[in-house]
């Protein structure tokens, strides 16, 4: 069992940052691959970034040059620093663990292949 919490959202102003925390509990945090998603209100959740356990990342096209993921085995934590801000980032941003095995790139995107959700922390992004 794995219990991921989010924390670091809030309101921002456009052209801000914000820098979002996944805490996870339960399991071994270097073992796992994050991945971060949002969903915005109306729409589908969207993968937004993920870091494998060996440092490789990897972005949705559109936030590849604004967002980025680091993740500290020291403090088992995993962040979302998100610099650029624009009110199309408001949504609710999760994080997600696989803890069955290996997710491939061709299916990085598909909620599906998830099987730990934190709550989410909500940022909104004013103009």
């Known amino acids: 069992q794995v219990q991921l919490v989010e924390s670091g959202g809030g309101l921002a102003q456009a052209g801000g940052s914000l820098r979002l925390s996944c805490a996870p509990s339960g399991g071994t945090f270097s073992n796992y691959d994050f991945y971060w998603f949002r969903q915005a209100p109306g729409k589908e959740r969207e993968f937004v970034a993920a870091?494998?356990?060996?440092?490789?990342?990897y972005y949705a096209d559109a936030r590849k040059a604004r967002f980025t993921i680091p993740r500290e085995n020291a403090k088992n934590t995993v962040y979302l620093q998100m610099n650029s801000l624009t009110p199309e980032d408001t949504a609710r941003y999760y994080c997600?663990?696989?803890?069955?095995?290996?997710?491939?790139?061709?299916?990085?995107?598909?909620?599906?292949?998830?099987?730990?959700w934190g709550q989410g922390t909500q940022v909104t992004v004013s103009s």
């Open positions: 870091i494998r356990r060996t440092g490789t990342t």
């Open positions: 997600a663990v696989n803890v069955r095995g290996y997710v491939g790139r061709r299916n990085i995107a598909d909620v599906g292949e998830y099987d730990y």
